[in-house]
Each structure stands twice: as C-alpha cells, then as structure tokens.
C-alpha cells in the first residue's frame, strides 16, 4: 500500500514539473490602430498611375488571423475615432464600420472623440452592437460614476495583460456639446481632465492602482495625442505618463501622429513606450512582450490575399458616384505649394470660399430667404477637390458628417465672438506638422470679410466645459464688413446688430468647437438640408449651357457685384487678412 501511495506521490510530482513546463510564459503580440476614420476603401497610385488598393482592415485581419492560425498569442485593439470621417462612416453612423471592425476580430477599443459625432444615442448603440468591448476611465456620467468600464483584463499565453481606457477632456467640445446635454441643456456627462488637468491624472492613476498588482503587464489604451492644443493644458498622452506611475507601455491616438516608439519617462523615472500609427490607416501596429520586454513596430505593407471591394464602398460608391459637373481649377484644403500643410483651419483658402459661399447662394437662392453671413468651421471641411469630374461623392467626402444647415439671427458681437474664437493660434507654428497651428473653429467665410491682428495676444476665455465665456482684452480680429446684396457693397459691420446667419447646426446650434455664443440665438429655421447636399446643389448651379462648369465665369453669385469671389486662387479671394505674421 506504501508503494502505491509512494508511486501516486512521484506521478503527481512529475505531472506538476510537466505542466509548470508547458504552462511556461508565451511570447503576446498586441495589433493597434487608432484614427481609422471610416477610411476602409483606401487606395494609392502604383507606379503607372493607376489607383490600387492601400492598407485596409482585412490586411489586419489576414495578418491578425495568420498569426493565430500559428498558434500564436493575439490581441487586437483600437485607440479611437473608428466610425467617422469619410462617406463610409456617415452612411449609417458607423454601424458597417463596426460591422467590419466585428469581422476582424477587434478585442478591445476606447472611444475617441469623433465617436460621439452621430449623437449619444448612436454611439451607445455602437457600444452595444460591438462584439469587443469600450473602456474609458475618464468619460463619466454628472454623478461621477463611470459611462463604460475603466479597464479590462485579459488572460492570454500565461500572463495577465490590463488595458485602462483613456478619452480626451477635449471630447465635448471636439465633438458636439449638447449630444451630452439633456433635454433643459444641462451637461449629463463629463471627461475628467476638462477643468483640470489634475483630476485627469488622479483618474488614471487611481484605476492603474485598482489593477495593477493583479496584471503582469498594464497596457493605457488612450485617445489624447501629443498635439499642440492639448499639450498647452498638460493633457496630452506624454503628460499622463509624466504623471502616472505603472504603465508599461501606451497605445494613442487623436493626434494622428506616427510614432512607432519612443520612450517617455513615468513620475517615477521609469521608461514607458508611446506608441501611435497615424490615421485613416496609414499603418497598423505590432507590440510584442517577449522574455519580459516590451517593442513595438508599425507596419504598412499589405497582405498577399487578393483585395475585394467591400459591399459598403460599392454601395456608397453606386449611389453617390453621379457625375453631377465639372470643376475647372482644384479646391484646396493644404497648401498648393506644400501639400502636406493642411491650410484651411488657419488661413483662407478657395474651398473655404466655396463652401461657405454654398449656404450663403442656398439660403439667398434657393431657398428665397435672407441670409446676411454663412459661416463654415475650418474643422469641418475634409478633403481637397481635385479638378475634373464632380460627383455627389466629391461634396460628401469634403462634408462627410452629416451635419444640417440651419439660419439664425444674432448680434453682431456673437458673430464677431465666434470669429475671435477660431483665430487664437493662427498665428502659430505647429512643429509636428510644419504648418500653421490649427483651430477646427476657424471661421470660414460668405459676405463677410475681416482682418486678423497677430500682434495682439489673445484673451479669448472659456469655461471647465471648453465652451466660450469672454474676450478679456483687445481683439485680434479688426475691419469685419459685411456684404449689403441691395447696395453690392462692403459696409461697417455693428456689433450691436442683429445678422442672419447660416452654417451648419453644429456650430450654430448645438455649441460645436465652444461656440456656445450662439446657443440664445433665435432659430429661422432648421433642419435645411444636409451640408454635402448643399455642396452638390451649388456646384449644379453652375450652367454653361447644358453643361455644368464650375468656374468663376458661371459662379451663381455673379450677380453681387463687388463680392469677393476667385474659386480658381487656392488661397482664396482676400476675405481673410492675416496681419503682422511671420510665417515659418
């Protein structure tokens, strides 16, 4: 009996060595990316010139799937701003988006401001019909209590791995305020970080403390950037870490930067790796933990499947792909002569005109309403227009939000509130960019025009919400005047005033990019037409005969002699002035 409870004893000894082997530490790789933007019909220009397929999600999920059919140990996640930004996304409110994103296998996202831009309704539903789940530490309801989950452990080739999810404090504010509002305009939710950069770091370091010691590796899952418009209110990811103790490593996103890796010094003078894959899919990022080291790589290369169209691009494309004209010269966003600064959040460019100029003919003309000044945002406006052939889905991509034109009257003083507001850092250089530093609140204009003083300093204030509250000083913005259509004529524009005023209901209605100076504003009328519409509309309103050319000589605002009109100067016809800039 001794013998057999002795020979019971040594098995049981040697199956434990025997699992402890196989139960050993496996390597874990972590695939990111952050900023998609809905932008899963990707293409370039191969050495012929012809448009071929660019990186696109079933790339991720070829390589995604490969590596676990090789019994490899895999995590896919995303840093936010999924399912908006181009026609693809608006077409449904993300929901093929997140369809496709369910297909891929994504195991874990956090939302990024974009996301919220279809309303609280839709992003909740996104939230449910995601098969992955969204964590944020930050976004919380008035109470205090916590929207999503904070953070989510996962158990994979033998360790632990926590992610804490991080959101921007810029959230309301970059995306539409009252979508987080009731019904009486009451705020209802809150990021912690938006009054105080203090509470942001108490935040995540309280939920890094919940976790920690129950993880073998913590992982922030953030959307905050290393941009200059967070890094002046210490928000960025880079201050977090500075701020924090226990992060191993930060996967980013917001500021569509590409950073494969550098590392970054925790409060306790630890090395922490920041990490973040650019946009709309320029690439997808690979980190592996192996024999307790952390690296991170990103890649851009596509698979070697064969690329198929997905339904959704097809569908989009059939129904918006209607040659509706053509446009003579290009329409700029960036710089005509250095492409890659984006131009239209900080100076005037001929799109900006244009699109202005579309609310402004289509309240005036069409809709044979008064309609004094259009004010587009900078932020809104997302393509270039390429000379050529005109489609609806040329205006879409420029306006791919889905955000109505409405008509206000207002006082002047708001109007010139709103413009001071979108100018604080024009003059400004952003480094990481080499371009002038942006404001996606910087007013675009129709019958008006006005100067910009750079000499003098901006005292623009808002509040904890983001929202704007008062100019405490001199303004920058000087000269405004405005377009009389009876007198065809630039007159002295009075603050004291009431103006009609058309854009989209986002920033006139709903306090989008802190405009929150309109929100008393008396209501015309709403729910107009949808911007991109309005863009399409105006660009058939430029008959040549049976044709439709779009060019100065047929531009339907001929009329108003003396208005400040060149479609065909990128920077535009002189509506804006910027004084006393130095530029780079």
């Known amino acids: 009996m001794k013998k057999i409870v002795s020979f019971i004893l040594l098995f049981l000894v040697i199956f434990s060595i025997s699992s402890c082997s196989n139960g050993k530490k496996e390597d874990i790789t972590i695939v990111y990316t952050n900023?998609?933007?809905?932008?899963?019909?990707?293409?370039?220009?191969?050495?012929?010139?012809?448009?071929?397929?660019?990186?696109?999600?079933?790339?991720?999920?070829?390589?995604?799937?490969?590596?676990?059919?090789n019994n490899k140990n895999v995590l896919l996640v995303d840093a936010g701003d999924e399912i908006q930004g181009t026609v693809y996304g608006s077409y449904?409110?993300?929901?093929?988006?997140?369809?496709?994103?369910?297909?891929?296998?994504?195991?874990?996202?956090?939302?990024?401001?974009?996301?919220?831009?279809?309303?609280?309704?839709?992003?909740?539903?996104?939230?449910?019909?995601?098969?992955?789940?969204?964590?944020?530490?930050?976004?919380?309801?008035?109470d205090g209590t916590n929207v999503l989950d904070k953070?989510?452990?996962?158990?994979?080739?033998?360790?632990?791995?926590?992610?804490?999810?991080?959101?921007?404090?810029?959230?309301?504010?970059?995306?539409?305020?009252?979508f987080f509002q009731n019904e009486n305009k009451e705020f209802i939710y809150k990021f912690d970080g938006q009054s105080d950069k203090a509470d942001l770091y108490k935040t995540v370091q309280d939920s890094i403390n919940e976790i920690r010691n129950n993880v073998d590796y913590l992982i922030a899952l953030g959307h905050l950037g290393v941009g200059a418009d967070?890094?002046?209110?210490?928000?960025?990811?880079?201050?977090?870490?500075?701020?924090?103790?226990?992060?191993?490593?930060?996967?980013?996103g917001h500021s569509h930067t590409i950073m494969e890796k550098e590392l970054i010094k925790s409060k306790d003078n630890k090395d922490v790796i920041l990490t973040q894959t650019g946009s709309y899919l320029d690439a997808y990022g690979v980190m592996t933990i192996s024999n307790g080291k952390i690296d991170t790589k990103l890649v851009d290369q596509l698979s070697d499947i064969k690329k198929d169209e997905y339904k959704l691009i097809s569908d989009v494309n059939a129904k918006l792909g209607q040659k509706i004209g053509v446009l003579d010269k290009k329409l700029y966003v960036?710089?005509?002569?250095?492409?890659k600064q984006r131009l239209v959040r900080?100076?005037?460019?001929?799109?900006?005109?244009?699109?202005?100029?579309?609310?402004?003919?289509?309240?005036?003309?069409?809709?044979?309403?008064?309609c004094d000044i259009a004010l587009t945002n900078g932020g809104g406006i997302r393509a270039d227009i390429e000379a050529g052939d005109l489609t609806y889905l040329s205006a879409k991509t420029v306006m791919p939000f889905g955000n109505q034109v409405c008509l206000i009257k207002t006082k002047g003083i708001n109007i010139k509130n709103a413009l001071e507001m979108g100018v604080t850092v024009c003059e400004g250089w952003d480094t990481q960019w080499d371009c002038p530093q942006e404001n996606g609140g910087f007013m675009q204009v129709a019958g008006l025009k006005y100067e910009v003083d750079t000499a003098v300093k901006s005292t623009v204030k808002t509040d904890s919400n983001g929202l704007f509250s008062e100019v405490s000083g001199d303004y920058r913005v000087k000269n405004i005047m405005v377009y009389n259509k009876k007198t065809n004529q630039y007159e002295a524009f009075d603050e004291n005033k009431e103006y009609t005023v058309g854009g989209i209901n986002?920033?006139?209605?709903?306090?989008?990019?802190?405009?929150?100076?309109?929100?008393?504003?008396?209501l015309v009328l709403d729910y107009i037409d949808e911007d991109y519409s309005v863009l399409a509309k105006y660009m058939m309103a430029f008959k040549e005969n049976n044709d439709v050319k779009v060019n100065n000589n047929n531009c339907p605002l001929k009329s108003y002699t003396n208005y400040l009109l060149d479609y065909e100067n990128p920077k535009g016809s002189g509506r804006i002035n910027i004084l006393n800039l130095i530029e780079q």
């Open 35 to 69: 900023d998609i933007h809905s932008y899963i019909g990707n293409t370039k220009k191969d050495d012929n010139g012809t448009e071929a397929p660019a990186l696109r999600l079933d790339d991720i999920s070829y390589y995604v799937n490969d590596l676990k059919k």
């Open 92 to 142: 449904d409110n993300g929901k093929s988006v997140i369809d496709l994103m369910n297909e891929v296998g994504y195991d874990l996202a956090t939302p990024g401001n974009h996301d919220f831009d279809y309303g609280m309704e839709v992003f909740m539903s996104v939230v449910k019909q995601a098969k992955f789940p969204y964590i944020s530490c930050n976004f919380k309801n008035i």
């Open 151 to 178: 953070y989510k452990i996962f158990e994979i080739g033998g360790y632990k791995i926590g992610f804490v999810g991080i959101s921007t404090p810029q959230t309301i504010t970059q995306s539409t305020p009252t």
């Open 230 to 252: 967070v890094e002046k209110d210490g928000l960025r990811s880079i201050d977090v870490i500075n701020n924090t103790t226990g992060i191993d490593a930060f996967i980013d």
């Open 334 to 339: 960036n710089n005509p002569d250095n492409i």
């Open 346 to 370: 900080a100076r005037e460019t001929n799109l900006g005109d244009f699109s202005s100029d579309s609310v402004y003919w289509y309240i005036n003309f069409e809709k044979q309403l008064d």
């Open 506 to 522: 986002y920033i006139l209605r709903n306090s989008g990019n802190g405009l929150s100076m309109f929100a008393n504003s008396e």
